[in-house]
């Protein structure tokens, strides 16, 4: 009797354990949903590079300077260089503008520039590029120009 009240209460136990092992081992399940994923670009940098302009110029004058005040208003983006490039009439070391009707130059060269200023509060940085029309150059009358290019790198 003993015997089988031992069976009986090891076939109780293991049965319990088998039903709490049975109830705590769920079956796996799966659940669906999508999201969207979004992100807004805004302009980092619009750049002014106003027109550079000599105005008039004669042969006589020893030489005509100009500057040319770039500005990059960013949203907070500190500018970290800046490159610029001329036409493609470089040569004998100056850059030339070339008249609009015609193959006559006037030869101008960069004389100096004032490093650019920390971005402020506003959001803006500028740079100076100092020009020189030469003086001295025997050129016909007309209008010359040239074609500048500017990049911020932020």
Request: hydrophobic share 45%.
């Amino acid at each position: 009797m003993l015997k089988h009240a031992m069976l009986v209460a090891v076939a109780l136990i293991a049965s319990a354990l088998l039903v709490a092992f049975s109830l705590s081992s769920a079956v796996a399940a799966e659940a669906h949903d999508t999201m969207q994923v979004t992100a807004t670009v805004v302009t980092v940098c619009t750049l002014d590079a106003p027109d550079l302009d000599f105005g008039e110029y004669t042969g006589a004058e020893i030489n005509k300077d100009s500057v040319w005040g770039l500005q990059c208003t960013t949203s907070g983006t500190p500018i970290i260089g800046w490159t610029w490039g001329f036409g493609l009439n470089y040569f004998d070391g100056n850059w030339h503008m070339k008249k609009t009707d015609s193959d006559d130059m006037l030869a101008y060269r960069q004389v100096g520039y004032e490093p650019w200023a920390p971005t402020d509060a506003a959001g803006q940085t500028t740079f100076t590029l100092h020009l020189r029309a030469l003086g001295g150059q025997i050129v016909p009358a007309g209008a010359y120009a040239d074609t500048l290019s500017v990049f911020a790198t932020f």
